[in-house]
T-cell receptor
Framework: DQQVKQNSPSLSVQEGRISILNCDYTNSMFDYFLWYKKYPAEGPTFLISISSIKDKNEDGRFTVFLNKSAKHLSLHIVPSQPGDSAVYFCAASADSGNTPLVFGKGTRLSVIA | DVKVTQSSRYLVKRTGEKVFLECVQDMDHENMFWYRQDPGLGLRLIYFSYDVKMKEKGDIPEGYSVSREKKERFSLILESASTNQTSMYLC????????????????FGEGSWLTVV
């Protein structure tokens, strides 16, 4: 049973436009959420996180929104750049991060110049 | 900068061979993890460890074992490799408790591509 779901395997966006990547979760104990970016043949790198006490966290071009009632979070990238083309993983943890992260299956973002 | 080093980037092994994947981190992190990544399946947790000589099963431990004799080193062992263990293996480490306030996270190595033939 998947606890973290990324229902879109892929997404294509034009350079300069907004990219919106979505993530849903089922475990109400999750209280800490992260996004990771992964290029081929490399390990994932941390992008941005949000705790359940917030509904928004911003870092430069990246913003994560959390809707606890809907058990939904999204990552917004504005403006999208070709270098953003990668696989993005949503991850969640319970107990303020004291339990291992549970990852979604990932969304492959392609930013077209 | 945190560094998680996986000693082998690319390996080709025969079915039935014993395989060791080594991982070392240099930030004195308590937690260490082994994940595997497969297309369409995302990152799945194999084993993790919160302390030396301590291990916990993840979601897919079958066919694997681990060893943590020193804090900085976490080894993944395939006792008898099979073709369905062909995958990218990712080691990661983190401080004890990710911490909602600090924005702490886990750090991944570059990955080890294992092909079992």
């Amino acid at each position: 049973d998947q606890q973290v779901k990324q229902n879109s395997p892929s997404l294509s966006v034009q350079e300069g436009r907004i990219s919106i990547l979505n993530c849903d979760y089922t475990n109400s104990m999750f209280d800490y959420f992260l996004w990771y970016k992964k290029y081929p043949a490399e390990g994932p790198t941390f992008l941005i996180s949000i705790s359940s006490i917030k509904d928004k966290n911003e870092d430069g071009r990246f913003t994560v929104f959390l809707n606890k009632s809907a058990k939904h979070l999204s990552l917004h990238i504005v403006p999208s750049q070709p270098g953003d083309s990668a696989v993005y993983f949503c991850a969640a943890s319970a107990d303020s991060g004291n339990t291992p992260l549970v990852f979604g299956k990932g969304t492959r973002l392609s930013v077209i110049a | 900068d945190v560094k998680v080093t996986q000693s082998s980037r690319y390996l080709v092994k025969r079915t039935g061979e014993k395989v060791f994947l080594e991982c070392v981190q240099d930030m004195d992190h308590e937690n260490m993890f082994w994940y595997r990544q497969d297309p369409g399946l995302g990152l799945r947790l194999i084993y993790f460890s919160y302390d030396v000589k301590m291990k916990e099963k993840g979601d897919i431990p079958e066919g694997y074992s681990v060893s943590r004799e020193k804090k900085e080193r976490f080894s993944l062992i395939l006792e008898s490799a099979s073709t369905n263990q062909t995958s990218m293996y990712l080691c990661a480490s983190s401080l004890l408790g990710l911490g909602r306030a600090s924005g702490n996270t886990i750090y991944f190595g570059e990955g080890s591509w294992l092909t079992v033939v």
